[in-house]
């Protein structure tokens, strides 16, 4: 039995890479005997079929190309591209519908899952390809009133192929209805509140933050789908369609030779489906950008170029305080809490809470967790609603306005309009994964603020910079330690230029080796007169950065004053306690 010895632990010079520990792999003979004995059997079924004379290998090549199966071969997938592109719309639409709050289009949506999922697609074939049979003549007018603009024949606008399509499409799109709704909830919901709160629409959540990620657990069961669907276009033949397996069916009910020509529809499916799975495994690549997919050689090329030219570059200027906001009457408040309340049905989170917070300032807030910090939070950025009470930011009421004497919600734009003034940095990160960092900044002022590329780009490069990250642009958020994740989350948050920055725990989710990073970040940002609220457990950040410190506990906030005041004399018991507690 031999060991390492010191020597060969320090034979290669200080502070160089030492020469690899040869190991002996283990030898797996029972894996190679098992792959040896499949690879045997596949040989020798392979070598039976090539010599069976039954097999008429004539007739194969002979057949392989017939005019008529090729055409065959193009209606198939004529077919199978058109119907699953609508019913993949079609079932996009109806899973956004599903998920929706609206009662009558979520009923729709159910209504139309349940029927075409409940009925045999043959009976849906034979039900499109004899329409006319139940109805002669298609009207254009308005339903049940009596006016009609115009009819014609439905045999002249619904032929075979028409039918064939309407079929297949519509009976795909009710099961794509379900792959896309179990492929959205499978996103974690903190992406589309990070995405709210940067002013994104439902519809910009939708297309750029969720769907690119639910397209990572949705690309595996559409391939299933499309290659389905390939052979589930044999169906048509019932009305008269004509694919692949129909002009094989034609020539062998003539020559009876069954066996070679359904190797030739074998092999032509087998050609189909070998490229429909080529052409999945790329797709998956693409959409598996961020989540430990390896990139492709043009995009790492890319992603070098962009850093050497980077590296060329004078690095950017450090950001200095928007001196547009310096006017700003400090005697007024730019956030207002009067009389909180937040229930989550018998559970009183908020019990009545009063904060202000002027401009420039920076609060504090700390107490044990539930104790409504981050339900605080959340209602100043209109991720939660009050249920009584008010928040007031920069004057205007947070999600809702006044008129006529009563509330009102606020319209998604206006609501929208309102957090973009307002930042909010989350404890779990909440970066768009399959985006880089240079993405994840972006993407706000793109989208929301309608900068250009290159101006947001610019933007971007420079908050990432001064964060220190200017090497990590390119860099997806699995590639980053969780320090650096929150520093980029507060560079995307800085980007649409907020009045207010909020911060919920930021530096409870980091080692302890990383929180002095985010920390220095946000008394950089202190200096430089952002208004903050800030909840979190870091005593110390709270004596240093504070101008006011609010102790919450209960939904209630219990002391409030200067640090000097709260967090070394405080006055009241449960203050003390959770002090001592913290601080041991």
Same mark, same amino acid.
Not at 13 to 40: D, E, M
Not at 311 to 317: G, Q
Not at 527 to 547: L, N, P, S, Y
């Given at each position: 039995?031999?060991?390492?010895?010191?020597?060969?632990?320090?034979?290669?010079?200080?502070?160089?890479?030492?020469?690899?520990?040869?190991?002996?792999?283990?030898?797996?003979?029972?894996?190679?005997?098992?792959?040896?004995?499949?690879?045997?059997?596949?040989?020798?079924?392979?070598?039976?079929?090539?010599?069976?004379?039954?097999?008429?290998?004539?007739?194969?090549?002979?057949?392989?190309?017939?005019?008529?199966?090729?055409?065959?071969? +193009?209606?198939?997938?004529?077919?199978?591209?058109? $119907?699953?592109? &609508?019913? *993949?719309? /079609? #079932?996009?639409?109806? !899973?956004? =519908?599903?998920?929706?709050?609206?009662?009558?289009?979520?009923?729709?949506?159910?209504?139309?899952?349940?029927?075409?999922?409940?009925?045999?697609?043959?009976?849906?074939?034979?039900?499109?390809?004899?329409?006319?049979?139940?109805?002669?003549?298609?009207?254009?007018?308005?339903?049940?009133?009596?006016?009609?603009?115009?009819?014609?024949?439905?045999?002249?606008?619904?032929?075979?192929?028409?039918?064939?399509?309407?079929?297949?499409?519509?009976?795909? +799109?009710?099961?794509?209805?379900?792959?896309?709704? $179990?492929?959205? &909830?499978? *996103?974690? /919901? #903190?992406?589309?509140? !990070?995405? =709210?709160?940067?002013?994104?629409?439902?519809?910009?959540?939708?297309?750029?933050?969720?769907?690119?990620?639910?397209?990572?657990?949705?690309?595996?069961?559409?391939?299933?789908?499309?290659?389905?669907?390939?052979?589930?276009?044999?169906?048509?033949?019932?009305?008269?369609?004509?694919?692949?397996?129909?002009?094989?069916?034609?020539?062998?009910?003539?020559?009876?030779?069954?066996?070679?020509?359904?190797?030739?529809?074998?092999?032509?499916?087998?050609?189909?489906?070998?490229?429909?799975?080529?052409?999945?495994?790329?797709?998956?690549?693409?959409? /598996?950008?961020?989540?430990? !997919?390896?990139?492709?050689?043009?995009?790492?090329?890319?992603?070098?170029?962009?850093?050497?030219?980077?590296?060329?570059?004078?690095?950017?200027?450090?950001?200095?305080?928007?001196?547009?906001?310096?006017?700003?009457?400090?005697?007024?408040?730019?956030?207002?809490?009067?009389?909180?309340?937040?229930?989550?049905?018998?559970?009183?989170?908020?019990?009545?809470?009063?904060?202000?917070?002027?401009?420039?300032?920076?609060?504090?807030?700390?107490?044990?967790?539930?104790?409504?910090?981050?339900?605080?939070?959340?209602?100043?950025?209109?991720?939660?609603?009050?249920?009584?009470?008010?928040?007031?930011?920069?004057?205007?009421?947070?999600?809702?306005?006044?008129?006529?004497?009563?509330?009102?919600?606020?319209?998604?734009?206006?609501?929208?309009?309102?957090?973009?003034?307002?930042?909010?940095?989350?404890?779990?990160?909440?970066?768009?994964?399959?985006?880089?960092?240079?993405?994840?900044?972006?993407?706000?002022?793109?989208?929301?603020?309608?900068?250009?590329?290159?101006?947001?780009?610019?933007?971007?490069?420079?908050?990432?910079?001064?964060?220190?990250?200017?090497?990590?642009?390119?860099?997806?958020?699995?590639?980053?330690?969780?320090?650096?994740?929150?520093?980029?989350?507060?560079?995307?948050?800085?980007?649409?230029?907020?009045?207010?920055?909020?911060?919920?725990?930021?530096?409870?989710?980091?080692?302890?080796?990383?929180?002095?990073?985010?920390?220095?970040?946000?008394?950089?940002?202190?200096?430089?007169?952002?208004?903050?609220?800030?909840?979190?457990?870091?005593?110390?950040?709270?004596?240093?950065?504070?101008?006011?410190?609010?102790?919450?506990?209960?939904?209630?906030?219990?002391?409030?004053?200067?640090?000097?005041?709260?967090?070394?004399?405080?006055?009241?018991?449960?203050?003390?306690?959770?002090?001592?507690?913290?601080?041991?």
């Amino acid at each position: 039995m031999t060991s390492l010895t010191s020597a060969d632990a320090t034979s290669a010079p200080a502070g160089q890479r030492p020469p690899p520990v040869a190991v002996v792999p283990v030898r797996r003979y029972g894996r190679w005997a098992a792959a040896a004995l499949v690879a045997y059997v596949l040989f020798a079924l392979g070598w039976s079929l090539w010599h069976n004379p039954n097999l008429d290998l004539a007739s194969i090549r002979q057949y392989l190309f017939a005019p008529s199966i090729l055409h065959g071969l +193009a209606v198939t997938i004529e077919l199978t591209l058109v $119907a699953m592109v &609508i019913g *993949v719309v /079609g #079932g996009v639409l109806l !899973a956004v =519908m599903r998920l929706s709050d609206n009662p009558v289009l979520s009923g729709v949506a159910k209504g139309y899952i349940w029927f075409f999922r409940g009925t045999p697609l043959l009976v849906q074939i034979i039900f499109w390809g004899f329409l006319g049979a139940l109805y002669p003549n298609l009207f254009l007018g308005i339903p049940l009133t009596g006016v009609v603009f115009g009819s014609v024949p439905t045999s002249s606008v619904i032929g075979a192929a028409t039918a064939a399509v309407l079929a297949l499409a519509t009976n795909e +799109a009710a099961y794509c209805a379900e792959l896309v709704r $179990a492929a959205i &909830i499978s *996103v974690d /919901g #903190g992406q589309s509140e !990070a995405a =709210m709160s940067l002013g994104m629409s439902s519809g910009r959540r939708m297309r750029f933050v969720i769907l690119p990620q639910a397209m990572r657990v949705l690309i595996p069961t559409l391939g299933n789908e499309a290659i389905s669907m390939l052979k589930m276009t044999a169906l048509v033949s019932v009305i008269s369609g004509r694919d692949l397996m129909t002009s094989v069916q034609q020539i062998y009910q003539q020559n009876l030779k069954i066996i070679p020509l359904l190797v030739v529809a074998s092999l032509w499916y087998l050609l189909l489906t070998s490229v429909l799975s080529v052409g999945q495994h790329y797709v998956e690549r693409y959409f /598996g950008r961020g989540f430990g !997919a390896k990139p492709s050689a043009a995009a790492e090329r890319r992603a070098r170029r962009r850093a050497a030219a980077r590296a060329k570059a004078e690095p950017s200027p450090a950001l200095v305080p928007d001196t547009a906001r310096e006017t700003v009457d400090d005697r007024e408040p730019i956030i207002r809490v009067e009389q909180a309340w937040k229930w989550f049905g018998s559970t009183d989170v908020l019990r009545g809470v009063n904060l202000t917070v002027r401009p420039r300032r920076t609060l504090v807030l700390l107490g044990p967790s539930g104790s409504g910090k981050s339900t605080l939070l959340r209602c100043v950025n209109a991720l939660e609603r009050l249920d009584s009470g008010l928040v007031e930011v920069e004057g205007s009421r947070v999600g809702l306005r006044e008129a006529g004497g009563r509330l009102h919600e606020l319209t998604e734009a206006e609501l929208c309009r309102q957090r973009v003034r307002i930042g909010m940095v989350f404890q779990r990160f909440n970066l768009f994964p399959h985006m880089t960092a240079l993405e994840n900044v972006t993407l706000g002022p793109r989208r929301v603020l309608g900068l250009s590329r290159a101006q947001a780009e610019a933007e971007a490069e420079r908050l990432l910079t001064r964060v220190g990250l200017r090497d990590k642009l390119d860099s997806y958020p699995s590639q980053l330690s969780g320090g650096q994740q929150q520093r980029v989350a507060i560079a995307r948050a800085l980007a649409m230029k907020p009045h207010v920055m909020l911060f919920d725990e930021p530096t409870s989710a980091l080692d302890p080796e990383l929180v002095g990073e985010v920390l220095d970040v946000m008394k950089d940002l202190a200096r430089q007169g952002m208004t903050m609220i800030v909840a979190t457990h870091e005593i110390g950040f709270a004596k240093e950065v504070a101008d006011t410190v609010a102790m919450l506990d209960g939904g209630v906030v219990i002391e409030s004053g200067p640090p000097e005041e709260c967090l070394v004399a405080p006055k009241e018991e449960r203050t003390k306690a959770f002090l001592s507690k913290v601080l041991a």
